[in-house]
């Protein structure tokens, strides 16, 4: 029998990272995550690791960086207001394809908007935010479980692309306690770091590297890119191998189904509670739960619409995902939503509710 | 060996593959920084364990000598160098930034890293204006000096006061050391070269954060020659940005300055 552990969404981050072998962590206090940066820092220097509050969330991405840049594990973790301070750290990230894991504890937005649950961030984290057109992959947990074994995944996909991968998780799956099997997982080899920044008396080939300015990354640290071109052509390429290989997803009851959600995070366990009671009054649905958010898992979601499914999107936003389910399937799919606005309460505590869906199921079917 | 043959040799050999050349316009002082680096790094068998994270701007030129460098955002070099001193503990890690890097849009790192004592050397060109973008305001520029964005020259009732960085870092418990040096004499040149040996030893015996400000000149936006330049630093600069050692201290003079304070605390409770 496996030993389970009854852990926080946030704080199953941590575990998640030691797990993976974490180097190193750099954040500042932001709610709802402030639960992450307390673990680590009361967990990884008992570790021997390195733990740093930063002064901001822009110096915590810019440590990140150095800490990537060096070779070594790192990751930060933050919310809405803090994420969008990140930006510009990302996209050096990003020029420099160095791989780092991010966390998000999702709140409400705009501005400092709401401490609470909400699915507001979608666009800015999947269409990557800073300046310069980049591509972060973006995995979303649904369980205090899939927290842990998502981060583990995410320091993998980092190392194997050399490239930044964000944990998308919100305030609910952040916030709750459940039981969790915390273990090592193996995803197997990564490429080793030729071009971590160690000193140049440190490196095998005794040669200089430097992690400098466009036209010199990861990707060709030694040489450099010989034209602002060649530098794109290699991310471009990078771009298309993750999209094409890291697409995951999990479907839910919906080979037989008339009506597939579409759903990720906290309101897609909303949608099974709801799918459950429809399912009791012989109403055919089913649920395609995006687990990578970028790459989004459109052929799923198109093979259903092509057969002729209706499709229903919920998300707590008003309406972000929506536009890459719309964009994903036939133009005479009927594509349904429910989001924030459906809330059970006005204020930013209000959810939407699995009564709320199957009322929504039964009126579309 | 000479001095200057083994330098060219380890330290400043020139990448010629590399985009950014060791030099500047005519009569920059920023690359006479870097060779100072340059050799001080080499004098104490440094360059090989060395790290330098960059600042963005013409200070940046640094990257072109023959040691291991990283550049992330534009003031973010104090967080690089941070995380990597912190994970690298056995490395030896310094920022070499300009003025508006390091002071404007990078003050908050600073005086951060500062704060925490971070083990690190950082090294501030300063040229009192934003060379790389064409000579603007900085927040170094001095009373009535004509940039790009002051063309009536810096007015306090609008522009307000040059900030003195190593004065500021000299009065935070966690630097160690806070120097400024300039290049306009020969005499001046030495000192900065023993400022800059002095820092690097703080860092050697983990004495905590320690500063060395370097006055630089930048004819092209300054509109002078390169001598009349010089010039300028003697008569000008050097008056509002004085030229020496500010604290040279070691981390214990710190803690047990902060222990007398909570004993006397505790003392009169």
């Known amino acids: ?228 071109l060649s530098w794109m052509a290699y991310k471009d390429d990078k771009y298309k191998t993750m999209a094409a290989a890291e697409v995951r997803h999990e479907a839910y009851r919906s080979d037989d189904a008339d009506l597939v959600i579409v759903a990720y995070g906290y309101p897609s366990r909303v949608c099974k509670e709801a799918i459950h009671r429809a399912r009791t009054e012989g109403l055919k649905v089913g649920l395609i739960r995006p687990i990578s958010l970028w790459p989004f898992p459109a052929a799923p979601i198109r093979e259903k619409a092509e057969r002729g499914c209706k499709i229903l999107v919920v998300e707590d936003s008003l309406g972000q995902m929506v536009d890459d389910v719309k964009a994903a399937v036939p133009d005479n799919t009927e594509v349904h939503f429910l989001g924030m606005l459906s809330r059970h309460l006005p204020d930013d505590s209000g959810m939407i509710l699995p009564k709320t869906v199957l009322d929504k199921i039964r009126s579309i079917l | 060996m000479s001095e200057a043959a083994v330098t060219k040799e380890r330290v400043g050999g020139l990448q010629r593959s590399y985009w950014l050349p060791l030099q500047g316009c005519p009569g920059c002082q920023h690359p006479v920084v870097s060779r100072l680096i340059a050799e001080v790094l080499e004098e104490m068998d440094l360059d090989g364990s060395a790290i330098i994270a960059l600042g963005v701007g013409c200070a940046a030129c640094i990257a072109g000598l023959n040691i291991d460098a990283v550049l992330g955002s534009h003031g973010g070099a104090p967080d690089i160098a941070t995380a990597i001193k912190r994970l690298h503990p056995e490395r030896f890690v310094l920022t070499m930034q300009g003025d508006g890097d390091c002071i404007a849009i990078g003050a908050g790192p600073l005086i951060a890293a500062m704060g925490r004592g971070e083990n690190i050397t950082i090294i501030m060109a300063n040229n009192t204006n934003y060379g790389t973008t064409g000579g603007q305001l900085a927040p170094t520029t001095v009373m009535g000096q004509i940039t790009s964005t002051t063309p009536k020259g810096r007015d306090q009732q609008t522009e307000g006061f040059p900030i003195h960085a190593a004065e500021l870092a ?100």
């Open chain 1, 1 to 228: 029998m496996t030993e389970r552990t009854l852990v926080k969404g946030n704080e199953a981050v941590g575990w998640g990272a030691v797990n993976a072998g974490c180097d190193g962590f750099f954040g500042y206090p932001i709610t709802p995550q402030n639960s992450v940066i307390e673990w680590f820092a009361r967990e990884l220097p008992a570790r021997g690791k390195v733990f740093v509050q930063s002064p901001s969330e822009t110096s915590a991405i810019m440590m990140v960086f150095g800490g990537a840049a060096a070779g070594r594990r790192v990751l930060t973790s933050t919310s809405g207001p803090g994420w969008a301070l990140m930006q510009e750290g990302m996209s050096h990230l990003a020029a420099a394809d160095l791989p780092a894991v991010v966390v998000i504890t999702q709140r409400g937005g705009p501005g400092q908007g709401s401490v609470r649950h909400a699915q507001m961030d979608y666009l800015c984290v999947t269409r990557g935010g800073g300046n310069g057109g980049y591509k972060n992959i973006v995995l979303a947990p649904a369980s205090v479980q899939e927290v842990h074994d998502l981060v583990q995944l995410a320091f993998y996909l980092a190392d194997k692309y050399w490239n930044p991968v964000i944990v998308l998780s919100d305030a609910i799956i952040g916030l709750i306690s459940e039981t969790v099997e915390l273990k090592a997982l193996e995803f197997g080899p990564v490429p080793e770091k030729t071009w971590a920044v160690k000193g140049r008396a440190n490196h095998a080939e005794k040669v200089v590297r430097r992690m400098v300015h466009t036209s010199v990354s990861a990707g060709k640290i030694l040489e450099g890119y010989p034209t602002y």
């Open chain 2, 170 to 269: 000299a009065t935070f418990q966690g630097v160690s050391y806070s120097a400024r040096g300039a290049l306009d004499t020969m005499a001046n040149y030495q000192r900065t070269k023993k400022f800059l040996r002095r820092a690097f030893q703080k860092q050697l015996d983990r004495e905590g954060l320690s500063f060395v400000e370097v006055i630089s000149a930048c004819p092209p936006n300054w509109h002078m020659t390169p001598l009349e330049s010089v010039d300028w630093i003697t008569n000008v600069v050097l008056r509002e940005f004085p030229v020496g050692e500010f604290k040279n201290a070691k981390r214990a003079d710190a803690l047990s300055r902060q222990q007398g304070k909570a004993a006397s605390k505790g003392n009169a409770a």
